[in-house]
Nanobody, 124 residues
Framework: QVQLVESGGGLVQAGGSLRLSCVAS????????MAWFRQAGGKEREFVAA????????YYADSVKGRFAISRDNAKNTVYLQMSSLKPEDTALYYC?????????????????WGQGTQVTVSS
């Protein structure tokens, strides 16, 4: 059984930082493409960042490029999202996703497994 468990969310002031973690069980993260998505209240889920199972440079949404960084710790079977210079518009429920795709894609349908999410709230 595959489980993805996110943590690290919380309330932070604009300009602050948070690091989200996603611990996987049932799969080895280094063998899969991993991504973060987010969904704000009343809005559709949107892509944030992805790192391919093949390695190479991560892929980011334009809205977070230069502020967020996705990384893996294979020894801990964990994926991280380091978020800096946070803005109120970054407020959302953040989800970790795992997929067999070889492509670091923003297409949510490419990811087979999802976590329950961790809430990030950025105050102005």
């Amino acid at each position: 059984q595959v489980q993805l468990v996110e943590s690290g969310g919380g309330l932070v002031q604009a300009g602050g930082s948070l690091r989200l973690s996603c611990v996987a069980s049932g799969r080895t993260v280094r063998e899969y493409t991993m991504a973060w998505f987010r969904q704000a209240g009343g809005k559709e889920r949107e892509f944030v960042a992805a790192t391919s199972r093949l390695g190479g440079l991560p892929y980011y949404a334009d809205s977070v490029k230069g502020r967020f960084a996705i990384s893996r710790d294979n020894a801990k079977n964990t994926v991280y999202l380091q978020m800096s210079s946070l803005k109120p518009e970054d407020t959302a429920l953040y989800y970790c996703a795992l997929g067999s795709t070889f492509v670091r894609t923003a297409n949510a349908e490419a990811y087979e497994y999802w976590g329950q999410g961790t809430q990030v709230t950025v105050s102005s």
